[in-house]
């Protein structure tokens, strides 16, 4: 069974920076597309950022230019460095891992790390 465990949230002050890590435990790791999700309180989960088994990277237009997301299919983890962060970055964010690699539709999630960002 493929589990998925985030690390690396916290809180950090407008314009300050954090990287957030996750780990995919399974030989399949690189036939994967992941991703990072977040969802803030009274809102919709969104998808922030994803990358393919080849590499490519999408982002949503709110993080383009300071988040950047990278795989390392050696050590089985995916990282999300976040840069610029705002108040509006606050949010749980997830991991999500799946093979169909179908849009940013994933089967398999983490539980989530808290990102909090004071202004």
């Known amino acids: 069974q493929v589990r998925v465990v985030e690390s690396g949230g916290g809180s950090v002050k407008a314009g300050g920076s954090l990287e957030l890590s996750c780990l995919v435990s399974?030989?399949?790791?690189?036939?994967?597309?992941l991703a990072w999700f977040r969802q803030a309180p009274g809102k919709e989960r969104e998808g922030v950022a994803d990358?393919?088994?080849?590499?490519?990277?999408n982002y949503a237009e709110s993080v383009k230019g300071r988040f950047t997301i990278s795989r390392d299919n050696a050590k089985n983890s995916l990282n999300l460095q976040m840069n610029s962060l705002k108040p509006e970055d606050t949010a749980m964010y997830y991991c999500?891992?799946?093979?169909?690699?179908?849009?940013?539709?994933?089967?398999?999630w983490g539980q989530g790390t808290q990102v909090t960002v004071s202004s």
């Open positions: 999500a891992a799946d093979s169909s690699c179908s849009g940013w539709t994933y089967a398999i």
């Open positions: 399974g030989p399949t790791f690189p036939y994967f597309c």
């Open positions: 990358i393919r088994r080849g590499g490519e990277t």
